[in-house]
């Protein structure tokens, strides 16, 4: 199963992919893996973009249809794959349908997290990082033990900047602007499913495998 997920930020699109990577016995392909991975890796592909990075460029969508081709020719992919972030513009899509479409497949399903805008503020206003392993938690739904300190290293467990209100207000403005489109040509496809997050990951995830069902992909 060759599957593609979209979610806003703080939809729980994380938590979905994890739980359906398992399940499925899927790679889970994060871009933002990919390009660390080439950077670190110092590959050709890595370099080319940390050339556009350290000069606080955009690196162009035929560099990241390179890499992701690369990836996906990576044996653990062989079985499926769940793509999470990317494509995130109509023109990315066209490119991975073209490049797929020369390898003589394509995405079977694209997964679409649902959630209210409201609930999404709720949730990542809440949320704290630990700034030394990592780790999350929610001041609501998982606090720490000790307010501020992290449960598992002892670190000290911060609010991202990222992670405030206003700036939660324009990566979502941001999120629909792109999104949006992207679900329209999709849905044209008829490969959507949705599931809505609102209030249960669990119904969530059992709407996701539902949709798959009836799609015949499970």
């Known amino acids: ?21 398992e399940e499925y016995n899927l790679a889970h392909i994060s871009t933002g893996d990919i390009f660390r991975a080439n950077i ?10 940390k050339s556009y990075i350290d000069k606080g460029l955009l690196v162009p969508d035929s560099l990241t249809i390179s890499m992701v081709e690369d990836r996906l020719s990576q044996d ?10 990317f494509p995130r ?22 997964l679409s997290i649902v959630v209210d805008d409201e609930e999404i503020k709720n949730r990542v206003a809440g949320r704290r990082v630990c700034e030394k392993c990592g780790a999350s938690y929610n001041v609501v739904f998982k606090p720490t033990k000790v307010e501020g300190v992290c449960d598992l290293c002892g670190g000290v467990v911060y609010q991202r900047e990222d992670d405030k209100p206003e700036t939660v207000e324009a990566r979502l403005k941001t ?5 949006q489109p992207l679900i329209d040509f999709y849905n044209k496809k008829g490969i959507i499913v ?8 669990e119904v969530c995830i059992e709407q ?5 069902k009836a799609k015949g992909l499970v």
């Not at 670190?40 to 370099?47: A, E, F, V």
């Open 76 to 85: 653990d992919c062989k079985a499926g794959y769940i793509l999470d972030g």
């Open 194 to 201: 949705e599931g809505d997050n609102n209030k249960n990951p």
């Open 208 to 212: 996701i495998k539902e949709g798959l």
């Open 89 to 110: 513009t109509i023109a990315q899509a066209e490119a991975l349908d073209e490049m797929l479409a020369k390898q003589n497949t394509k995405i079977d399903a694209v």
């Open 40 to 49: 670190k890796g110092n590959t050709p592909l890595g370099i080319e973009a």
């Open 1 to 21: 199963m060759k599957l593609i997920i979209l979610g806003a930020p703080g939809s729980g699109k994380g938590t979905s992919a994890t739980v359906l990577r």
């Open 175 to 179: 999120y629909y602007k792109n999104t």
